[in-house]
């Protein structure tokens, strides 16, 4: 069977993530973590990629990022690993593949699931037991919403005003949300959506995101209107 095309698309935030090949070590040491968010903040701002949160684990990472075009995801994350292998395989004296192929992403409803993904995006330290909260992981974006400093490497989605009238109104509430966790059936669910690559959202917004493209957004028998991802 032929392999789908990525979907992407501008304007709609997706949550990529990136795997170490054979979940391999993708970072050994502080200044790998931090030439990565180097290299991602560049090609960022190349390719008109706004990055809203990541997370850097020691075998792959996640994004949910917005793109202002339609090449600017992918030709992003196509520079950003290529510059990172060889950074790395520099550095650890090796050859040879780190990526695990190609990124796996899915388009988000932004009023449904957004903040939702960061969470789940922030919590992927706690699960992986590597951290007791979120806040005691230093490689995330996490920091940055609930006022421990400023990330120059985040834009902020606007629907992050939604969470409060002031700054610390805005921090309190994100930091709650994220402490009251991600609910299990949409933490599968979104997880399942990045890495098939279907759209993740309500039925009515998949149905009206398939009108957009001609690459199916969901999964569906052929010749047959493509069936909602439910969460």
């Known amino acids: 069977m032929a392999r789908l095309p990525r979907l992407t698309l501008p304007d709609y935030p997706h949550h990529v993530i990136q795997r170490g090949n054979n979940r391999q070590a993708t970072f050994v040491r502080a200044a790998d973590y931090q030439r990565l968010l180097d290299l991602l903040d560049e090609n960022a701002r ?8 990541y997370v850097l684990m020691n075998n792959h990472f996640h994004l949910l990022a917005t793109p202002q075009t339609a090449e600017g995801l992918p030709l992003m994350m196509q520079a950003l690993g290529r510059r990172y292998v060889r950074y790395f395989n520099d550095a650890q004296g090796r050859t040879g593949t780190l990526w695990e192929g190609r990124y ?9 699931y957004l903040l939702a993904c960061m969470a789940y995006i922030d919590l992927n330290p706690v699960r992986a037991g590597m951290v007791a909260q979120a806040a005691d992981y230093p490689w995330s974006s996490h920091g940055h919403y609930i006022g421990r400093g400023t ?19 805005r921090e309190a509430a994100y930091a709650e949300l994220v402490q009251s966790g991600v609910n299990p059936v949409q933490q599968l669910a979104l997880t399942a959506a990045t890495l098939r690559g279907w759209a993740f959202g309500e039925p009515d917004f998949v149905a009206d995101l398939q009108k957009r493209t ?18």
């Open 46 to 53: 190349l390719f008109e990629v706004a990055i809203h949160a």
């Open 104 to 112: 796996k992403s899915t388009l988000i409803q932004t009023d449904r």
């Open 151 to 169: 990330d120059k490497l985040v834009t902020p989605h606007a629907l992050t005003w939604t969470l409060g009238n002031t700054p610390f109104a």
């Open 214 to 231: 001609q690459r199916r957004v969901s999964k569906g028998q052929a010749g047959r209107p493509a069936a909602a991802i439910k969460p």
